[in-house]
């Protein structure tokens, strides 16, 4: 899966650099396997995004860019989509994806992070429970939006970010980005029209390789 998660996101227009950071030997093992770079970090870690800045530390960039290694059908368009609006704001400090859920099943769905934005395209909160409550819905529905767990940040702001003691409400959802919002750090949500898939469960990972085993139409 790894591999699958590498090679696609290789394949972003605007990235300069591809590097898988784990605590594992094994799956270093792998990406060395196939030529891909990768860093060993510590094992105490408690989020991606401690792990993440680790690495981060020792890089000369402005933007780093996290994608999980549980996404193996992750389209290297919607990196694109994540990255692009750094070029035109230098205000920017974070982004990250949503698309609109359609399916009332993902709402109920606690592996299906909600998320509710400000007029501005920023996010307000990100929960596990279906937000926002509708008191009347005969008065109709909002739009009511997936998460996708891509995020790009400023490379001062990560280094900052992964400095700061997780947050109340960050344990309470288990949900690492609450972490920025609880602190002040605002975070661009970008609508994306691709599709994620995220391996949580193993009905998840069965999913994922028959849609990787498919023959693909002409």
Not at 88 to 111: K, V, Y
């Amino acid at each position: 899966m790894i591999e699958h998660v590498y090679r696609r996101v290789s394949a972003s227009t605007l990235l300069s650099d591809v590097i898988v950071a784990t605590d594992d030997l094994r799956i270093a093992t792998r990406v060395n396997g196939f030529g891909g770079k990768v860093r060993l970090t510590k094992a105490t870690h408690p989020t991606g995004t401690d792990r993440l800045a680790e690495v981060a530390a020792s890089l000369n960039c402005d933007v780093v860019v996290n994608v999980q290694g549980d996404e193996p059908l992750i389209d290297p368009r919607a990196i694109d989509e994540l990255v692009a609006p750094f070029a035109a704001d230098r205000s920017l400090q974070m982004t990250t994806l949503f698309r609109r859920i359609h399916n009332a099943a993902e709402l109920a769905n606690p592996n299906v992070t909600k998320v509710v934005l400000d007029r501005g395209g920023f996010a307000l909160y990100f929960s596990r429970a279906p937000i926002p409550y509708v008191v009347d819905p005969r008065g109709g529905w909002p739009p009511i939006y997936r998460h996708i767990g891509l995020y790009a940040y400023r490379r001062s702001v990560l280094l900052v970010l992964a400095s700061l003691e997780p947050t109340p409400l960050e344990r309470a959802e288990s949900l690492e980005q609450l972490r920025a919002l609880e602190h002040g750090i605002r975070i661009k949500a970008i609508e994306t029209r691709h599709e994620s898939f995220e391996v949580n469960t193993p009905e998840d990972l069965e999913q994922v390789r028959r849609l990787l085993t498919a023959p693909t139409s002409n």
